[in-house]
């Protein structure tokens, strides 16, 4: 069993950067691929960015490459998210998710889900 927990979500300029975090305990951090996704109002939840066991790999949706970074401390068993250049259309609630093994893009491949933190960025 891997508890998830988000933080860092809030309001922001467009332009403007947050950095998303998620604290996980429970079974071994370092064996579960993490992963990113986000879900605005009357959508289905998407794929944001992922990252391999040791950090060495990473995944990201062509609508945030260039602009999102995804990254992990295992001996703090946390992952990240740096949102930089906020558009209004990345306002949804950013889940981060465990995956032991599958498709890393698909939402029902992962284990294991934290209960969501809230980006708003206004125009």
């Known amino acids: 069993q891997v508890q998830l927990v988000e933080s860092g979500g809030g309001l922001v300029q467009a332009g403007g950067s947050l950095r998303l975090s998620c604290a996980a305990s429970?079974?071994?951090?370092?064996?579960?691929?993490m992963g990113w996704f986000r879900q605005a109002p009357g959508k289905e939840r998407e794929f944001v960015a992922a990252?391999?066991?040791?950090?060495?790999?990473?995944y990201y949706a062509d609508s945030v490459k260039g602009r999102f970074t995804i990254s992990r401390d295992n001996a703090r068993n946390t992952v990240y998210l740096q949102m930089n250049s906020l558009k209004p259309e990345d306002t949804a609630l950013y889940y981060c998710?465990?995956?032991?093994?599958?498709?890393?893009?698909?939402?029902?491949?992962?284990?294991?889900w934290g209960q969501g933190t809230q980006v708003t960025v206004s125009s």
């Open positions: 429970g079974r071994a951090f370092s064996s579960y691929r």
């Open positions: 998710a465990a995956l032991q093994s599958g498709i890393y893009y698909r939402v029902d491949e992962y284990d294991y």
């Open positions: 990252i391999s066991w040791s950090g060495g790999t990473t």
